[in-house]
């Protein structure tokens, strides 16, 4: 996780500077929803993945491609 922390706050850093150099001067709600957006996905985005190479590791990926549905119908 301390990876993806890192890949945010660059990612968060390179938006900032863009939002700077795009010509106007941008206020202070700008950067906070800016640094709140990408951030927070970035950190979603990580967090996801983690939780996918979890389930791949605990054997439920191979439970669920074993199902047989019940014809009790």
């Given amino acids: 996780m301390r990876w993806i922390a890192l890949v945010a706050i660059l ?13 106007g001067a941008p206020s202070i709600a700008e950067y906070i929803a ?9 950190l979603v985005a990580g967090a996801l993945m983690g939780l996918i190479f979890l389930s ?3 054997g439920h990926d191979e439970d669920v491609a074993a199902f047989e549905p019940d014809d009790d119908k």
């Fill in 56 to 58: 791949s590791g605990t």
């Fill in 34 to 42: 800016t640094a709140a957006g990408v951030g927070l996905s970035i």
């Fill in 11 to 23: 990612a968060v850093s390179g938006a900032i500077l863009w939002l700077r150099s795009d010509g």
